[in-house]
Structures are given as structure tokens and as C-alpha cells.
């Protein structure tokens, strides 16, 4: 949804508008403007898995990089909005200012955790392809036959050199290939 200055000046109303923010500080510039301007915010971010050299490590990203909401009403707060430290400025389309439908905001607050997290940890399934995040074997793709619950462990069908070889690994040793992580969100 976007909406004109006219239609935005005269009223008193306070609109939900998406303001561009310094990339990889957009959680910084929210709380910047709720601590010194009193207004209310949102950036939500991703909590998720990746395999590194060090293995899985967990990392907390922007839900929409480079973005984050805000609540203000447009003539008396613009200004003080748009120069708070880490804000770049307002997104517009032309002389249309981006604005977000407060059902839209409240809808994903119900699906975040605490400090506006959403942890992106889906369970392993049967028949699921993930990959191994330690060991040797690092990096190499193999399918998930069983899940042992009391060891916390899984059964895992690896191809090897032209043959079926199971396994069990632990749990935190498994993480999903990114592309499956991707389409998780969809």
C-alpha cells in the first residue's frame, strides 16, 4: 500500500511506513527511534542455521535487509524520523510514501518470539535430504531414514563410493542445504 503526501498532511492519523535503514543495522536504527523519540517499531528478524568452517553456527539476520516499520504521524515526526542514526530514509514510489496496513504488522508480530525473532530451526523428517555439519564427512548430503527421539540421534542412508551405507549421527550435527531452508519460508 502507498500513499501520497496530500493524503498523508492533513490528517493527525499515525500510518505504519517503511523506512530504509543502513544494511546490517536495521535492529540498531528501531531501537534508536524507540529509546529517543518515543516511537513505536518494528524489525523482525531470522534466527537460523549455517554451516561454516567451524561448523553450524547460529546467526540472527533482518527479516527484510535494509528495512524495518515504524508508526509516527507523517507531519510532526518526519523530520526527526528521517535523521535518527542508522535511518536513510523514507521508501517512496515517486511522490507515494510506502506504507504497511497495521493488520499486516500485527500478523507477523504473532509469529515472533521475543525481541521480534523468528528461529528458523524446522525439524527433521523422514525422507528429508539434509547435510552433515561435522566430522569428516562435512558437507556431504545424505537422507534421513529414522529418528531415534530417546538418543537424540538420527538414522541416515548415505551413498558411498556405489554403495548404501546407515548411519547415526547426532541431531546438531545435521543442518538443512540452504535451498530447502529458502523454500521453507515460502
Known amino acids: 500500500m ?7 498532511l492533513p490528517t493527525d492519523r499515525s500510518f505504519w511506513f517503511c523506512l530504509r535503514a543502513q544494511t546490517k543495522r536495521e535492529h540498531f536504527a528501531a531501537i534508536a527511534l524507540r529509546k529517543q523519540h518515543g516511537i513505536e517499531c518494528f524489525a523482525p528478524r531470522l534466527r537460523m542455521r549455517k ?8 546467526f540472527v539476520e533482518a527479516m527484510f535487509p535494509g528495512y524495518f516499520f515504524a508508526q509516527f504521524d507523517y507531519v510532526t515526526e ?4 528521517e535523521h ?3 535511518v536513510r530514509g ?3 514510489f515517486g511522490d507515494r510514501l510506502a506504507t504497511i496496513d497495521s493488520t499486516i504488522i500485527d500478523a507477523l508480530r504473532q509469529r515472533m518470539e521475543a525481541d521480534e525473532l523468528v528461529t528458523l530451526d524446522p525439524e527433521l523428517k523422514v525422507g528429508q535430504e539434509v547435510q552433515i555439519a561435522h566430522g569428516p564427512l562435512r ?3 545424505v537422507l534421513v531414514t529414522q529418528l531415534l527421539p ?11 563410493l556405489g554403495r548404501s551405507l546407515q548411519m547415526e549421527l547426532p541431531k546438531g550435527t545435521l543442518i538443512q542445504p540452504r535451498s530447502s531452508v529458502v ?3 515460502n
Open 2 to 8: 502507498s500513499k501520497s503526501q496530500p493524503q498523508i
Open 51 to 58: 554451516l561454516t568452517r567451524r561448523g553450524p553456527v547460529w
Open 78 to 81: 518526519r523530520r526527526r524520523v
Open 84 to 86: 535518527a542514526p542508522g
Open 90 to 92: 523514507l521508501v517512496q
Open 139 to 141: 558437507g556431504i548430503e
Open 150 to 160: 530417546a538418543s537424540e540421534r538420527v538414522r541416515v542412508l548415505l551413498e558411498f
Open 183 to 185: 523454500s521453507s519460508l
